[in-house]
């Protein structure tokens, strides 16, 4: 038979009270003194106790109280935690809206654009609908009069109806344009690592607030890490990007990770958070060229947060030195001599980008023509991140270029061209690209000289802020070298007759 131990029960609070009250009693003493026969002398020890017990008697009575009443602060602990979840549920319930909100906003973009392409694909096929249509009907129109008998009729109309029809014929693949003038797909990629970073700063106020100046405590602060130190020799900017390594002195507490901060680059003290994580080596890409950034460093574990290390200034590249990309869908475009050259090995039109983006200052690329025969195209200049990749540069609202082949050039944006010229832009020939993103200007170069039109020495003003790619388009066979990392012409020694105002 299976043994069982229990605990003899405690008795309630109250009832210990009770107790001692009673034993404590002044009168419960004088019997017990009365009945032990104590003599008169001893009566001077009785009263003295007796107050003394009566004291501690009151004492613990207030005790069991207090204790009483402690215990029944647990349900209203457990009371008032459910609610501050319920407070920290409706805060966080009014973030997701907020994001829900964005992500409705951002869906609708996509919606707008969707309906732009759509758009843009209707009246393509509204006008190679119209053109058929035309053509069909003058074929039509054609045969009818192959079947008149009556040759006075035919030498009357003949003429006429041979001129359009090989009109017609000579202009097909100009204005038969069957080829999708705009992508199908949406480059626009979602930049989500600001709202990543401000989730995983979000933090209780009062625990910010004891961390203004040496970061969070949530331990003994004696055992929080001390600041980490920028190894110099390992720090280095490349291009657009800058590199910091660093490392944390050791003081015998552990590191759970690292908050590495840069600044705006305009020497104003505003630091923004770029990474947070244990590794001890960090890559910031995307920075405006020539320009010096302040990075800083803070250690952090269990116990709270490190002082900031020293800053490290590390200045971008003056110059943009990039790589041509191009996507997987674009086949009849080749990619050599490390991504520098490009050949367009159909008649399609591709759009290729560099691999870095300008916002800021002034730059500038060239590009040689290795091949010409006189049948391809050759289109410059510079995209936004949304171009369509899949026509010639130029065709939408997000390309602005200059197109060239061995006898002319003219500009081209949104489909819309102006600046025609005459020039020869074949075999051996150098193009360069000026892109002034502080002025919204660009500029173009045929063989060292700036053209001009009309007196004007830029070729589009007035562009947008924003991201600018330089971006190429080549096709039958033209083969093309790009050029980086050049000092813009307008900082090199220029004589005063260095412009190309040759106009049609």
């Given at each position: 038979?299976?043994?069982?131990?229990?605990a003899?029960?405690?008795p309630?609070?109250k009832?210990?009270?009770?107790h001692?009250?009673?034993?404590?009693d002044?009168g419960y003493w004088?019997s017990l003194?009365v009945?032990a026969?104590?003599?008169?002398n001893?009566k001077?020890?009785q009263n003295?106790l007796?107050?003394t017990?009566?004291h501690?008697s009151e004492?613990?009575?207030?005790?069991?109280?207090?204790v009483?009443?402690?215990?029944?602060?647990?349900?209203?602990?457990?009371?008032?935690?459910?609610d501050y979840?319920?407070?920290i549920?409706i805060q966080?319930?009014?973030?997701?809206?907020?994001l829900?909100?964005?992500?409705?906003?951002?869906?609708?973009?996509?919606?707008v654009e969707?309906?732009?392409?759509?758009?843009?694909?209707?009246?393509?096929?509204?006008?190679c609908?119209?053109?058929l249509?035309?053509?069909t009907?003058?074929?039509?129109l054609?045969?009818?009069?192959?079947?008149?008998p009556?040759?006075?009729?035919y030498?009357?109309?003949g003429?006429?109806?041979?001129?359009r029809?090989?009109?017609?014929?000579f202009?097909?693949n100009?204005?038969m344009r069957?080829?999708?003038?705009?992508?199908p797909e949406?480059?626009?990629?979602?930049d989500?690592?600001p709202?990543?970073n401000a989730i995983q700063?979000?933090e209780?106020?009062?625990l910010k607030?004891i961390?203004?100046?040496?970061?969070?405590v949530?331990g003994d602060?004696s055992?929080?890490?001390?600041?980490?130190q920028?190894d110099?020799t390992e720090?280095?900017?490349?291009?657009?990007s800058?590199?910091?390594?660093?490392h944390c002195?050791?003081n015998?507490?552990a590191i759970?990770?690292?908050t590495l901060?840069?600044?705006?680059?305009?020497?104003d003290?505003?630091?923004?958070e770029v990474y947070t994580?244990?590794?001890n080596?960090c890559?910031?890409?995307g920075?405006?060229?020539?320009t010096?950034?302040?990075?800083?460093?803070?250690?952090?574990?269990?116990?709270?947060?490190?002082?900031?290390?020293d800053?490290?200034?590390?200045?971008?590249?003056?110059?943009?030195w990039?790589q041509?990309?191009?996507?997987?869908?674009q086949r009849?475009v080749?990619?050599?001599n490390?991504?520098?050259?490009l050949t367009?090995?159909?008649?399609?039109?591709?759009?290729?980008?560099?691999?870095v983006?300008f916002s800021?200052?002034?730059?500038?690329?060239?590009?040689?023509v290795?091949?010409?025969?006189?049948n391809?195209?050759i289109?410059?200049?510079?995209a936004?991140?949304?171009?369509?990749?899949?026509?010639m540069?130029?065709?939408?609202?997000?390309g602005?270029?200059m197109?060239i082949?061995d006898?002319?050039s003219?500009?081209i944006h949104?489909d819309a061209h102006h600046?025609?010229i005459a020039?020869h832009g074949?075999t051996?020939a150098?193009?360069g690209?000026l892109?002034?993103?502080?002025?919204g200007?660009l500029?173009?170069?045929v063989n060292d000289?700036?053209?001009?039109?009309d007196?004007?020495?830029?070729?589009f003003k007035?562009?947008p802020?924003?991201l600018y790619?330089?971006?190429?388009?080549v096709n039958?066979?033209?083969k093309?070298?790009?050029?980086t990392?050049?000092v813009p012409p307008?900082?090199r020694?220029?004589?005063s007759?260095?412009?190309?105002?040759d106009?049609?």
């Amino acid at each position: 038979m299976q043994k069982t131990t229990c605990a003899k029960a405690k008795p309630p609070i109250k009832a210990l009270s009770s107790h001692l009250s009673v034993f404590f009693d002044e009168g419960y003493w004088y019997s017990l003194w009365v009945g032990a026969g104590w003599n008169h002398n001893g009566k001077g020890f009785q009263n003295g106790l007796s107050k003394t017990l009566q004291h501690l008697s009151e004492k613990v009575r207030n005790a069991a109280d207090e204790v009483s009443k402690l215990k029944q602060l647990n349900d209203k602990i457990n009371a008032n935690c459910e609610d501050y979840k319920a407070r920290i549920n409706i805060q966080i319930d009014a973030l997701i809206e907020h994001l829900q909100e964005r992500r409705q906003r951002l869906q609708e973009f996509a919606e707008v654009e969707r309906d732009s392409k759509k758009k843009a694909l209707r009246d393509q096929v509204n006008r190679c609908t119209s053109h058929l249509n035309r053509t069909t009907a003058l074929m039509q129109l054609c045969i009818e009069v192959l079947k008149e008998p009556d040759a006075v009729v035919y030498l009357q109309i003949g003429q006429q109806l041979n001129n359009r029809a090989s009109t017609q014929d000579f202009t097909w693949n100009r204005e038969m344009r069957t080829k999708a003038e705009v992508d199908p797909e949406f480059v626009l990629s979602l930049d989500t690592r600001p709202v990543q970073n401000a989730i995983q700063g979000l933090e209780f106020a009062q625990l910010k607030s004891i961390s203004c100046s040496s970061g969070r405590v949530r331990g003994d602060p004696s055992k929080a890490p001390s600041a980490p130190q920028f190894d110099a020799t390992e720090c280095l900017a490349e291009n657009n990007s800058v590199t910091v390594v660093w490392h944390c002195p050791a003081n015998g507490t552990a590191i759970d990770g690292y908050t590495l901060e840069i600044d705006s680059g305009r020497d104003d003290g505003h630091f923004r958070e770029v990474y947070t994580g244990p590794d001890n080596i960090c890559t910031i890409d995307g920075l405006h060229f020539d320009t010096i950034y302040n990075v800083r460093v803070k250690a952090f574990n269990s116990a709270g947060e490190s002082a900031y290390s020293d800053p490290i200034g590390l200045q971008t590249a003056h110059v943009a030195w990039f790589q041509l990309t191009k996507s997987s869908s674009q086949r009849d475009v080749v990619l050599s001599n490390e991504r520098a050259t490009l050949t367009g090995v159909g008649l399609d039109y591709r759009v290729v980008l560099g691999n870095v983006a300008f916002s800021r200052g002034v730059h500038y690329w060239e590009i040689t023509v290795d091949q010409f025969d006189g049948n391809g195209d050759i289109v410059i200049g510079v995209a936004q991140p949304s171009v369509n990749r899949h026509t010639m540069l130029g065709k939408d609202l997000h390309g602005w270029a200059m197109y060239i082949d061995d006898k002319r050039s003219w500009y081209i944006h949104n489909d819309a061209h102006h600046g025609r010229i005459a020039l020869h832009g074949g075999t051996g020939a150098v193009l360069g690209v000026l892109m002034d993103c502080d002025q919204g200007v660009l500029s173009f170069y045929v063989n060292d000289r700036r053209l001009e039109v009309d007196e004007a020495c830029y070729a589009f003003k007035n562009m947008p802020r924003g991201l600018y790619y330089p971006a190429f388009s080549v096709n039958k066979n033209a083969k093309i070298t790009v050029h980086t990392g050049l000092v813009p012409p307008t900082l090199r020694s220029s004589t005063s007759d260095d412009s190309v105002t040759d106009t049609l």
